[in-house]
């Protein structure tokens, strides 16, 4: 988190310690980067819920490990994100094995690119 210090307040930066202390680090434990997947964040987040988080939380803990996420992108230590925009092609046959976004990470994915474009968060 150092590295958003700068351009962050301190009660957000808290609180994003609190998403890693909380709920980031006792699910994903000692999982390798590549181990997080588009899958596994789906159960964590319905893990979240069923443990009583509001929707808003929970967006805001995601939040968290997507920033966690482009942070390794950023520095190579990983390829690309879990949750990456996907492109149908033409030619590419749709099937039920392909990733496909929620409307919960659909809404991520575009309040991302809107708060690169903005600043801020669309929803």
Request: hydrophobic share 40%; glycine share 6%; with cysteine.
């Amino acid at each position: 988190m150092a590295h958003e210090a700068a351009r962050l307040s301190q009660a957000v930066l808290a609180r994003r310690g609190a998403h890693f202390k909380d709920h980031l680090l006792p699910f994903l434990g000692e999982s390798q980067l590549y181990d997080i997947t588009a899958m596994r964040i789906r159960q964590f987040t319905d893990t979240l819920g069923r443990k009583g988080l509001s929707q808003a939380h929970i967006e805001q803990v995601i939040l968290s490990l997507r920033v966690c996420l482009k942070y390794a992108v950023n520095k190579c230590w990983l390829n690309v994100l879990p949750w990456p925009k996907h492109r149908v092609q033409q030619d590419m046959p749709i099937t039920l094995s392909m990733p496909t976004l929620s409307e919960y990470e659909f809404k991520g994915l575009y309040n991302d690119l809107i708060g690169d474009i903005r600043g801020s968060r669309a929803f």
